[in-house]
């Protein structure tokens, strides 16, 4: 089993900047996808940014040049800063993880964290 537990959500003010993190312990592998999704009410749950254990990373098209993801092996913990915040970036952020292979599909990933709110005021 793996589990993941999110950290660094918060209510922020449009512009400000957040530092979420996810770390993961269990049995895990430096080889493993991780990635972010978000949820915000009365959506779908979508694909923020994925990492593959080569740092190779992915981005939906809302977030990149605003978002930045990061890994450290060493610690299988996964990093996502994010920066200018808009509020529709409101929305419950989660970690996943899949064994290898990238994919934006929420269902092709197996471990989830609990979630961390995050909400910017206009």
């Known amino acids: 089993q793996v589990q993941l537990v999110e950290s660094g959500g918060g209510l922020v003010q449009a512009g400000a900047s957040l530092r979420l993190s996810c770390a993961a312990s269990g049995r895990t592998f430096y080889t493993n996808h991780m990635a972010w999704f978000r949820q915000a009410p009365a959506k779908d749950r979508e694909f923020v940014a994925a990492?593959?254990?080569?740092?190779?990373?992915y981005y939906a098209d809302s977030v990149k040049g605003q978002f930045t993801i990061s890994r450290d092996n060493a610690k299988v913990t996964v990093y996502l800063q994010m920066n200018s915040l808009k509020p529709e970036d409101t929305a419950v952020y989660y970690c996943?993880?899949?064994?290898?292979?990238?994919?934006?599909?929420?269902?092709?990933?197996?471990?989830w964290g609990q979630g961390t709110q995050v909400t910017v005021s206009s």
């Open positions: 996943a993880l899949r064994q290898y292979g990238h994919s934006d599909s929420a269902g092709d990933y197996n471990y």
């Open positions: 990492i593959s254990w080569t740092r190779t990373t």
